[in-house]
């Protein structure tokens, strides 16, 4: 399910913090992607009959759906970071033969590989199409969310086969159902003009709930000192919105929290927390060669080892397989 917290008006840094909540693991992997890797919008699901191809013209750290599927999450050189969500009013609308397509999974990873900028990757997508795919036996009924260094950002969604695009700095918070502007709709209804102690906040594990109570602390946020508070800010309300362990959610049964990712737009670092490790883990691309040439690399954040700065630690043994077919 999850739910993404943009901190754009600090003196810090531009700072954006996701959860991921799954029935099951994703089978993260952490990726390093190089500038002039080629893809195509099929990748590993071949119901896509006319896939976009491309190059990618930035370096990305991403983390992967089920290793190789997709990108759920990530940010590129950059600074620009996008963020996939579930979204169950998802509707991609029908499939233009015409139109080069990107499957769901790796609508993420198309804009990570092709913009700077929020404004950039939104004239980006224009070029493409994106289709419904699976994994697991589950569709990738998803919307999107962006942001970059400047504080910008965007959420895209398809409802009824209709692309819906809000972009503007002050959409800083995005979980799931309903759509986006019902969300902001039922947040005009809650007054949270006096807060305290005592002030009643919604407090379950639904879409609604974690949105007005994410959008409440990250309007109270202190300025932070530095990086690292900037950080634990973010991450703080990331960890106050998570879906505990056997926490009943809706039809398809739990939804826990299986991690958290926090990046640094300003300086490029981009953050890891497992819920299940006792460590933050994270990779700092001023030490991250992403140049054209080099190979792809990855960790598998499952390794109980990992703590603190992991850039050294990617390798190309774990680096996740790219199937490139050209239409």
Known sequence: MCTRVLWNDNKVAVVVGRTMDWPESTEPLLAAFPRGTRRDGRGTQKEVTNPCAWTSRYGSVAVTL????????????????????????????????????????????????????????????????????????????????LDDASGDSAIIEHVDGQLVVHHGRQFTVMTNDPTFDEQL????????SKPSRDLPLP??????????????????????????????????????????????????????????????????RYFFELATAPSV??????????????????????????????????STDAAPHIPVESP
């Open 66 to 145: 089920y290793g190789n599927v997709g990108t759920a999450d990530g940010m590129n050189e950059a600074g620009l970071a996008a963020h996939l969500l579930y979204l169950r009013a998802a509707d991609f609308g029908p499939l233009e033969p015409e139109k080069p397509a990107v499957h769901a999974g790796l609508w993420a990873q198309y804009v990570l590989d092709t913009a700077r900028t929020v404004t950039e990757a939104l004239e980006r997508l224009d070029d493409v199409q994106v289709v419904m795919t699976a994994a697991h036996g589950r569709a990738a009924t998803v919307h999107l969310a």
């Open 185 to 192: 709709a039922l947040l005009e209804k809650q007054d949270f």
């Open 203 to 268: 407090g379950n594990d639904n879409p609604v709930d974690r949105f007005q109570r994410a959008a409440y602390f990250q309007a109270l946020l202190p300025e932070p000192a530095d990086e690292r508070a900037a950080i634990a800010g973010v991450l703080a309300i990331a960890r106050n919105v998570s879906v505990p362990f056997g926490a009943p959610y809706g039809e398809f049964g739990i939804y826990n929290t299986e991690y958290r990712t926090v990046a640094n737009l300003t300086n490029r």
């Open 281 to 314: 883990i994270w990779i700092d691309f001023a030490k991250l060669d992403l140049g054209a040439g080099t190979p792809i690399r990855a960790l598998d954040p499952y390794d109980a080892t990992l703590a603190g700065d992991v850039t050294a630690r990617l």
